[in-house]
């Protein structure tokens, strides 16, 4: 999707080196998250900002950590990366958060970054 | 704990027959639902919704159903085709709140034989 767009596309890094991940959006929509999907865990919230500089803690940011400095950019770091964060991560942008509705439903997702860490 | 289900990881339906994808729910507060369906080395793109005061949705060959009694809801793909095989992600939220973020299930992987 034009509006967002997610790099790397993939990645591979060693165990124990830092890794950031680059959501970026054209859309200026308020809210933005970072998931990662896992085999036989479907879609898991790391993180999500609802405004530049104002982030929060999803179901699973141990080994996470996020930046929004401004509207269009949101940045997933891993300070220091393990095998267990082999994934593919998404980045999601809405307008209002979770109950956006209308014909563009909650979100708008990225193509995702496939990160292999060895 | 998970709080959206999806307990069947995969279906196979043969084209033009009904598919019904199942989605269970713990948290009472849920009261909006989506179904994103996603196709590989893509992201998920949402599919239809439904809030809590509803009891059925219905976008062309899409219906998705909400039993709030039963903390159940299904999608009904009618007819099936094969550009439906995807994996299908159900989702939640509760309340509109600053930092309400989409809770998903596993997903259920749909193969649409022709």
């Known amino acids: 999707d034009a509006g967002i767009t997610q790099s790397p596309r993939h990645k591979v890094t060693e165990t124990g080196t830092p890794v950031t991940l680059r959501c970026h959006q054209t859309e200026n929509h308020r809210y933005m998250y970072w998931y990662r999907q896992d085999p036989g865990h479907g879609l898991r919230l790391i993180h999500y900002?609802?405004?530049?500089?104002?982030?929060d803690k999803g179901e699973v940011s141990d080994g996470y950590s996020v930046s929004r400095s401004k509207t269009e950019d949101f940045l997933l770091t891993l300070e220091s990366a393990t095998s267990s964060q082999t994934s593919v991560y998404f980045c999601?942008?809405?307008?209002?958060?979770?109950?956006?509705?209308?014909?563009?439903?909650?979100?708008?997702f990225g193509s995702g970054t496939r990160l292999t860490v060895v | 704990d998970q709080q959206v289900k999806q307990n069947s990881p995969s279906l196979s339906v043969q084209e033009g027959r009904i598919s019904i994808l199942n989605c269970d729910y713990t948290n009472s507060m849920f009261d909006y639902f989506l179904w994103y369906k996603k196709y590989p080395a893509e992201g998920p793109t949402f599919l239809i919704s439904?809030?809590?005061?509803?009891d059925k949705n219905e976008d062309g060959r899409f219906t998705v159903f909400l039993n709030k009694s039963a903390k159940h809801l299904s999608l009904h793909i009618v007819p099936s085709q094969p550009g439906d095989s995807a994996v299908y992600f159900c989702?939640?939220?509760?309340?509109?709140?600053?930092?309400?973020?989409?809770?998903f299930g596993k997903g259920t992987t749909l193969s649409v034989s022709s």
């Open positions: 999601a942008i809405s307008p209002r958060g979770a109950r956006t509705g209308g014909s563009n439903g909650g979100y708008t």
């Open positions: 989702a939640a939220s509760a309340g509109n709140q600053a930092g309400t973020a989409l809770i």
């Open positions: 439904i809030s809590s005061i509803k």
């Open positions: 900002s609802y405004g530049v500089k104002d982030t």
